[in-house]
């Protein structure tokens, strides 16, 4: 058995370079957060717009609850993905950034596909549990403190062979290095032996981005 690939930036390059096209919109959308400093880290890597449009193409996903909006990346990638009577809604509680992810939103023309809600994501969950709204899949990339109860919320939203995905989870390779015990670390090394351990779903972590969790309701 060989040695698990070092993913160098060129060969990360090189992953981009070989794999889907971006539009332009995304690639518009990655342009701004560049210029925003230490927070571009929030969104989402290329190589995870590849994943997420793929697995909701061969998952026929059609309904997404996105947990964390930031200027709209992901939300755009999925509901790019979706069919065109797909649906996503998308939770954050920052107004301006909102704001920021809907102009993209219709510039892409997605507005039709894209509902955002403004407000606490566990209300806002809360809520379309009230409505018994049922998901196909949920992506969650929040405040980290928050990720048991999301995931937790989630699972009561999808049905038995829905997804839920979860950013972040290897936390820069934090997680792995039991020296490192800063709060976010701990708390994302906490949430993934919860995950893992849990008897509701199956899942595993791919070490795309900074890594994704990937877990099936059982």
């Given at each position: 058995m060989g040695s698990n690939l070092v993913i160098t930036k060129e060969i990360e390059n090189y992953i981009n370079n070989h794999s889907l096209e971006l539009t332009t919109i995304q690639k518009e959308i990655?342009?701004?957060?560049n210029s925003l400093g230490d927070i571009k880290r929030m969104q989402i890597s290329i190589s995870q717009c590849h994943f997420l449009h793929l697995i909701i193409k061969i998952s026929n996903i059609k309904k997404i609850l996105e947990i964390g909006t930031f200027t709209g990346l992901?939300?755009?990638t999925m509901s790019l993905s979706l069919p065109s009577d797909g649906e996503l809604i998308t939770l954050d509680k920052n107004e301006e950034r909102n704001k920021i992810a809907s102009s993209f939103f219709k510039k892409a023309k997605q507005?039709?596909?894209?509902?955002?809600?403004?407000?606490?994501?566990?209300?806002?969950?809360?809520?379309?549990?009230?409505?018994?709204?049922?998901?196909?899949?949920?992506?969650?990339?929040?405040?980290?403190?928050?990720?048991?109860?999301?995931?937790?919320?989630s699972l009561d939203l999808i049905e038995k062979n829905g997804l839920i995905i979860v950013?972040?989870?290897?936390?820069?390779?934090?997680?792995?290095?039991m020296k490192k015990q800063?709060?976010?670390?701990?708390i994302i090394?906490?949430?993934?032996?919860?995950?893992?351990?849990?008897?509701?779903?199956?899942?595993?972590?791919?070490?795309?981005?900074?890594?994704?969790?990937?877990?099936?309701?059982?």
């Open positions: 990655i342009s701004y957060n992901s939300g755009l507005e039709n596909k894209i509902k955002a809600i403004i407000g606490s994501a566990l209300e806002s969950i809360s809520n379309l549990k009230k409505k018994e709204q049922k998901f196909d899949l949920v992506f969650i990339d929040a405040d980290k403190e928050n990720y048991k109860n999301y995931y937790n919320q950013d972040n989870v290897l936390w820069h390779g934090e997680v792995a290095d800063e709060k976010l670390t701990t090394r906490e949430f993934n032996t919860y995950v893992n351990r849990d008897k509701r779903t199956e899942n595993l972590i791919i070490p795309v981005g900074d890594g994704l969790t990937v877990c099936r309701k059982l």
